[in-house]
């Protein structure tokens, strides 16, 4: 079984940061694709940042310039650097990740608890 934990949410300032943390554990073979997303209240999750095996990654529009993501496969784990925060970025976390749990199986996709992100003076 995989699980996913999200790690270093809270509450900010607007113009602070963040650093957000995603560690992949249990049986893992591979690790693909990682990212984020994000659900503010009423609305409807949202792709923020995504990073593949190459490191290639993408960015939401609304958060280019600000976020970085970055990973560790050594440690299974996925970042997001969160700067220039603002009430906007108010929302839940979720952590996302493409992971093969061994070499018969095919990889599928696990999701975080998600972790709770506010902006506010």
């Known amino acids: 079984q995989v699980h996913l934990v999200e790690s270093g949410g809270g509450l900010v300032q607007p113009g602070g940061s963040l650093r957000l943390s995603c560690a992949a554990s249990?049986?893992?073979?591979?690790?693909?694709?990682m990212g984020w997303y994000r659900q503010a209240p009423g609305k409807q999750r949202e792709f923020v940042a995504r990073?593949?095996?190459?490191?290639?990654?993408n960015y939401a529009d609304s958060v280019k310039g600000r976020f970085t993501i970055s990973r560790d496969d050594a440690k299974n784990t996925v970042y997001l650097q969160m700067n220039s925060l603002k009430p906007e970025d108010t929302a839940v976390y979720y952590c996302?990740?493409?992971?093969?749990?061994?070499?018969?199986?095919?990889?599928?996709?696990?999701w975080g608890q998600g972790t709770q992100v506010t902006v506010s003076s």
């Open positions: 996302n990740a493409d992971i093969a749990p061994s070499i018969l199986v095919r990889s599928s996709d696990y």
């Open positions: 249990g049986s893992i073979f591979r690790v693909n694709a």
């Open positions: 990073i593949g095996r190459a490191v290639s990654t």
